[in-house]
């Protein structure tokens, strides 16, 4: 079989991270090639196990700077890129939007036109529910590929953006590419500054744990190797133009969520700590997951057993996580890239 060359883009991030660490485990005959700007989200020692293996490359670019991006794919003519780099926070989209915009909508489109040049085989746009908006409170509404856009933060519009742009590409130019859009995601080498791995931080540190407004909003967790099966599926699956909703139809509220955390390591609920509210918090996501189960995909955890996996992984990993909070890890690739 001839080797394939794939572009990870983010894949120091949350789930390109574990999807470069699948992608490298399970097709040893693929070049995977990691691509990521490193910001505070990019992180390389959860790599330690995979970055000495021959079919592994980092490539440190930022995705926005079109120069770099032409040369670097013109110089190694992927044969597939799966795109996961973004700004990729809410909360932090509130505050500084405009990075956002550059890395998320300018950076998607420095990609899709050097995939153009260079003629790839497929372009795998990673993007979220969020674009959709947000649904009430009634359990039989769901988010559909047909849902209007209506995306509600400066995160998500800037995703929103990002997708317009990649349909563009394939009805203007032809290029082959695929939407996905999925559900909130938890698990291993999940940053802590999202709700699960904070809560789980926080409560091992016996420190409060700030839960929005009342806690009744609604998210749909999928566990994130269950994502990095359907990315994989779609890659080399997908029908080229589609959009492929991603979620496991385990919906809990915020609240229970935290609870379950909690409970979970035997330590007071006490800890909680209602903040005020997030600003254009949206109340509910719940993903109909029905066209990629015709695909092929179906998910392997329930919310109960991947959340316990998730807990006892961050409990059999603070180094991780430890030394994600303190800052040490920024300096890790300084040690092992530059000066070895
Ligand atoms: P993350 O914030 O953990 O990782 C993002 C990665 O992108 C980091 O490694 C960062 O260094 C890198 N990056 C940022 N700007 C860059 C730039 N200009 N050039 C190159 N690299 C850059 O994000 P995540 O949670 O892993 O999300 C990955 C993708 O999945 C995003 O596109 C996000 O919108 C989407 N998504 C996330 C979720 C979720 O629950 N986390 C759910 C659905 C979709
Ligand atoms: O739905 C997919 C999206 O899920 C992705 O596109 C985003 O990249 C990803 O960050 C995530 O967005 P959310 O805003 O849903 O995730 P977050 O972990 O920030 O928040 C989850 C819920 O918990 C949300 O309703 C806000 C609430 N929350 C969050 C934090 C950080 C709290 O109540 N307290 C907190 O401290």
Redesign the pocket.
């Known amino acids: 079989m001839n080797r394939k060359k794939i572009l990870v883009t983010g894949g120091a991030g949350f789930i390109g991270g574990n999807f470069v660490q699948y992608m490298v485990n399970k097709y040893p005959n693929y070049d995977i090639y990691n691509l990521d700007l490193l910001t505070y989200a990019g992180d390389l020692t959860k790599h330690r196990e995979i970055e000495n293996k021959d079919n592994y490359h980092f490539v440190k670019a930022d995705i926005a700077d079109r120069e770099a991006i032409m040369s670097l794919f013109e110089k190694e003519k992927f044969n597939y890129v799966a795109h996961f780099a973004a700004e ?4 932090r989209s509130i505050t500084e939007p405009e990075i956002f915009v550059e890395t998320n909508v300018l950076g998607t489109q420095v990609l899709l036109n050097a995939a153009k040049e260079i003629g790839v085989t497929k372009f795998v746009h990673v993007s ?3 674009v959709y908006g947000e649904l009430d409170f009634n359990p039989t509404t769901f988010f559909t590929e047909e849902t209007p856009l209506q995306p509600n933060s400066p ?1 998500s519009a800037s ?1 929103a953006s990002s997708d317009f742009l990649v349909r563009a590409y394939h009805e203007t130019f032809g290029l082959p590419v695929n939407i996905t859009r ?4 938890y698990g291993p080498f999940h940053f802590p ?4 791995p ?1 809560t789980i931080s926080r409560v091992l540190n016996e420190e409060k744990v ?3 407004g009342d ?1 009744k ?1 609604i ?1 749909d967790w999928l566990h994130v190797l269950d994502h990095c099966a359907a990315i994989d599926l779609v890659l080399h699956e997908g029908v080229n133009g589609e959009v492929y909703n991603v979620g496991g139809h385990n919906e809990r509220t ?1 609240l229970e969520v935290v609870k379950t955390i909690i409970n979970t390591l035997g330590k007071s609920e006490d800890l909680i700590e209602f903040v005020a509210d ?1 600003l254009g ?2 109340k509910r ?1 719940a993903i109909d997951p029905t066209k990629l189960e015709k695909l092929g995909w179906n998910p392997t955890y329930t919310f109960e057993t991947g959340i316990a996996q998730t807990i006892q992984w961050y409990l059999d990993n603070k180094w991780w996580w430890e030394q994600i909070i303190s800052g040490e890890y920024q300096n890790y690739f300084k040690r092992q890239y530059l000066f070895n």
């Open positions: 990729s926070h809410v909360d979220t529910d969020e995160y995703k999925c559900s909130n995601n500054e999202k709700l699960i904070l700030p839960v929005y806690g909003n998210r915020n997030r918090h949206d996501y």
